[in-house]
């Protein structure tokens, strides 16, 4: 029904920067929260960012300061500016998003595949 594509991941030297983008496609009748989660190895999935339906944005503690989300409803896309990046940082970032498509009556919380991330000190 849904899908969501990620893209924007890679490698970059602690202090640097990346973009992270994720794009809902199917038949899709509304979107409501949007973010980004990420799972280091040996740790739980954590929240990094959430962009709720009008926008206004959540961030962890850790992201605070250093990341910014926003949402293109035109594209039913969200992206996340990642700035000051640590090696902390370093894991699999995964989409999120609750969406109601056409033929189901209730919202369902959808899932990207992932992207890697990863800062060398």
């Known amino acids: 029904q849904v899908q969501l594509v990620e893209s924007g991941g890679g490698l970059v030297q602690s202090g640097g920067s990346l973009r992270l983008s994720c794009a809902a496609s199917g038949s899709i009748f509304r979107i409501g929260a949007m973010g980004w989660y990420r799972q280091a190895p040996g740790k739980q999935r954590e929240l990094v960012a959430l962009s709720l339906i009008d926008g206004s944005p959540v961030y962890s503690p850790s992201a605070k300061g250093r990341f910014t989300i926003t949402r293109d409803n035109a594209k039913n896309a969200v992206l996340l500016q990642m700035n000051s990046l640590e090696p902390e940082d370093t894991a699999v970032y995964y989409c999120?998003?609750?969406?109601?498509?056409?033929?189901?009556?209730?919202?369902?919380?959808?899932w990207g595949q992932g992207t890697q991330v990863t800062i060398s000190s």
């Open positions: 999120n998003a609750v969406v109601q498509a056409f033929d189901q009556g209730t919202t369902d919380d959808y």
